[in-house]
């Protein structure tokens, strides 16, 4: 391990990250709000911390390879979600009561999870606010993407970071050279926030209300400005907005540039992950509402409806926003929910989950092996849009999906034991949240609820759940791994 090269880019990072404290100071300059003091302390700690392990790093220039690369994406996620937390606890506000409060708050919003241990969020500062937000954003397209277009040019392996970096397996690089790749998925991000922003404002938000729900909403994070989330605004429109970016968000950003390359609005519709993906969210649509209906949760079909609707596609998005109890609906609408926590988005996106490729790619497996049971004689080959997925592919999401219902399970046994006599729901319920990056998860910590009522212990514990599906179980747990740290 050459711990050289590890410190000056997670100093490089954290240096970048604590300077972005400087848009929560301008906000809460504009605003008038008084915690401008916060931003400047955590951007002078940020910055201090960063440029110290930068400067050490750069006594001994080192190449980076895998195995420094891993290093770098855990460290740094875990640096910057430390640094994230400095403006919650300068900010003095009651409700950040500790600093594991503040740590699972900003790591909630890095991993664009949006569980919350708030109670009134409108109660905040509105800097304070804009800082969650902000944190989703940055979360959602990647701390180590938004520094890609430099990397090249430091000689460290811009391409072996990536790789390590953008969640799911990808099929192919925007360009050939990294940096370019980060700029055009710099520039569609952006793109995309200055639409949503723009459509929300004229459906009626204000200019605040609009750029934090779209920070939410393109990177599937689920951090809202109001205590109702989207229930607040009780608006079709709004939601129907929403909605749609939600869809945009979990939609693989290689694919999504390439039809508006090649001005073909349509080209989505061509992709065969993205229709069945598409088919996913509609059947799971009218499964739930006839569930729903069926026990007369609502008054209307239309109610229903809107409601099922806008759920289903937050939750399998992994966006977490809500308009719905859904502990009010029926058990087996509640359980198909907790289902669909772990489908999450395309490879590529800034949705959580084990990502719906993999999905596609186990039921290709699964039905490989019906088909042998009885036909031994066959071959049978898995194919994922027409191409033939190879057998190392196979074994690694083979793998990856037993770490993941691992981790998810040992987490969820885990929060019961911390809890200590809770129901059997929370405990599954917060474990599944954490590790797909959803954010309300069901009984005492559902979509009208918080996390403020567990132990430290237990938020602590989330957030490494949290930190660990968003990085894809292995830069985490690898970092437990004695050898790994071994100089060869």
């Known amino acids: 391990m050459n711990l050289f090269v590890v410190l000056k880019l997670v100093g490089l990072l954290l240096v970048l990250f604590g300077g972005s404290t400087v848009a929560g100071l301008l906000w809460s300059l504009a605003e008038g709000d008084g915690a401008w ?9 940020g910055v201090g911390v960063g440029g110290a392990l930068y400067g050490i790093g750069r006594l001994r220039p080192q190449p980076i390879y895998r195995r420094e690369a891993l290093a770098v994406v855990a460290l ?3 640096g910057s979600a430390a640094v994230g937390a400095l403006p919650f606890w300068f900010s003095r506000e009651s409700q950040f009561a500790s600093v594991v409060d503040c740590f699972f708050e900003s790591t909630s ?5 949006g569980a919350s241990i708030l109670t009134d969020i409108e109660a905040l500062p509105r800097s304070v606010i804009f800082w969650r937000s902000w944190l989703h954003w940055v979360g959602g397209v990647g701390i180590i993407m938004l520094v890609m277009a430099v990397l090249p040019y430091l000689g460290v392996g811009g391409r072996i970071l990536v790789r390590t970096e953008v969640t799911g397996p990808v099929k192919e690089t925007l360009t050939p050279r990294i940096a370019d790749t980060a700029r055009l998925i710099a520039a569609l991000y952006l793109g995309y926030t200055a639409v949503e922003t723009v459509l929300l404002m004229i459906a009626g938000l204000s200019f605040f209300d609009a750029l934090c729900h779209t920070f939410g909403t393109l990177a599937t994070g689920g951090f809202s400005t109001r205590n109702a989330s989207i229930a607040a605004f009780d608006s ?3 939601e129907l907005i929403i909605g749609v970016f939600m869809i945009l968000g979990a939609t693989n950003f290689g694919l999504a540039f390439a039809c508006l390359k090649r001005r073909d609005p349509l080209g989505l519709l061509k992709d065969a992950e993205w229709r069945s993906y598409m088919g996913l969210l509609l059947g799971a649509t009218a499964v739930g509402v006839w569930i729903v209906s069926s026990h007369g949760v609502y008054a209307s079909l239309g109610q229903t409806v809107r409601a099922v609707g806008f759920t289903v596609v937050s939750i399998s998005t992994t966006t977490g926003f809500t308009t719905a109890d859904y502990e009010t ?4 609408a509640q359980l198909s929910l907790l289902l669909l926590m772990f489908v999450g988005g395309h490879a590529g996106s800034t949705g959580g989950g084990v990502k719906w490729v993999r999905c596609l790619i186990l039921a290709g497996v699964v039905r490989g092996a019906l088909l042998r049971a009885y036909r031994p004689q066959v071959v049978h080959t898995v194919k994922i849009g027409g191409e033939a997925v190879d057998e190392d592919t196979l074994r690694g999401v083979l793998t990856f999906l ?12 885990a929060l019961g034991l911390l809890e200590g006599g809770t129901d059997l729901m929370t405990p599954m319920g917060a474990a599944a949240s954490a590790i797909n990056s959803i954010g309300p998860g069901l009984g005492r910590v559902g979509p009208v609820e918080n996390y403020a009522h567990l132990r430290e212990a237990s938020k602590a514990l989330l957030a490494l759940v949290m930190l660990i599906g968003r990085l894809e179980i292995y830069p985490i747990l690898i970092l437990f791994a004695p050898r790994f740290w071994h100089s060869k």
């Open 37 to 45: 003091g916060a931003f400047v302390l955590s951007g002078v700690i």
């Open 76 to 78: 740094a996620w875990l």
């Open 109 to 113: 919003g890095l991993t664009t999870t």
């Open 236 to 238: 079709r429109a709004v």
């Open 329 to 332: 609906w029926p058990a087996a």
């Open 402 to 413: 037993i770490l993941w219902v691992g981790v998810f399970a040992g987490g969820a046994v």
